[in-house]
Nanobody, 115 residues
Framework: EVQLQASGGGLVQAGGSLRLSCAASGFTFDDYVIGWFRQAPGQEREGVSCISRSDRDTYYADSVKGRFTISSDKAKNTVNLQMNSLKPEDTAVYYC????????WGQGTLVTVSS
């Protein structure tokens, strides 16, 4: 069974940092793209970052470029999102995602950035 377990959210002041982790099970994620999305209250879910199967390619939304870094730990089957210089507008529920013929989503982890 494919499962994605997101963790690491919390409350932080503006300018602070958090590290999100997505633990994958049920498949070998180094064969697939893993991504992070977020959804703020009243807004649509948006893509934040993703990493390719080979780790050679990464994508970042313009709003997080230079502040967020995505990485993978294949030994732990985990994808991490290091978030620095957080802003109140980064407040959202963050979800990890992969596509294996169908969409799989983690359960979401809440990030709250206070001003």
């Amino acid at each position: 069974e494919v499962q994605l377990q997101a963790s690491g959210g919390g409350l932080v002041q503006a300018g602070g940092s958090l590290r999100l982790s997505c633990a994958a099970s049920g498949f070998t994620f180094d064969d697939y793209v893993i991504g992070w999305f977020r959804q703020a209250p009243g807004q649509e879910r948006e893509g934040v970052s993703c990493i390719s199967r080979s780790d050679r390619d990464t994508y970042y939304a313009d709003s997080v470029k230079g502040r967020f870094t995505i990485s993978s730990d294949k030994a732990k089957n985990t994808v991490n999102l290091q978030m620095n210089s957080l802003k109140p507008e980064d407040t959202a529920v963050y979800y990890c995602h992969t596509f294996l013929g169908t969409d799989y989503w983690g359960q979401g982890t809440l990030v709250t950035v206070s001003s």
